[in-house]
């Protein structure tokens, strides 16, 4: 059995990029409704479903561990975070290797 990869997945735009350690890393931009299996044209209950995150924008390394996921309800929104992430990352603003935590997270309590 093949393991699973995260590079058998269909991107809209991928590319390795080197941080300043010298580490590689996978900036991806995909959309979640054009893999293998989904219409082109989804209906408009399919759209609706993923209307604030059917777009999403990963960085992951080579062994497949998500370092970064944001979605993004537009496909403009989500390729100029693309765009701010290979930037930052190859110029070292950004390590992928250091967990970020949302600060505004509300559990309902």
């Not at 991806?28 to 293998?36: F, K, S």
């Not at 960085?59 to 403009?76: C, D, K, N, V």
């Amino acid at each position: 059995m093949t393991a699973w990869s995260l590079d058998d997945w269909e991107f809209v735009e991928r590319q390795v990029v080197t941080d300043p350690k010298g580490r590689e890393w996978s900036v991806a931009l995909m959309d979640v409704l054009g893999q293998e299996g989904d219409p082109e044209l989804p209906n408009s209950l399919l759209e609706a479903q993923y209307a604030s995150g059917r777009y999403f924008t990963l960085i992951y390394s080579s062994g497949g561990a998500i370092q970064w996921e944001r979605g993004h309800p537009s496909l403009s929104a989500a390729t100029a975070e693309y765009g701010r992430l290979l930037v930052e990352v190859t110029d070292g603003r950004l390590d992928p290797s250091q967990p970020v935590f949302r600060e505004n997270f509300n559990d309902g309590g």
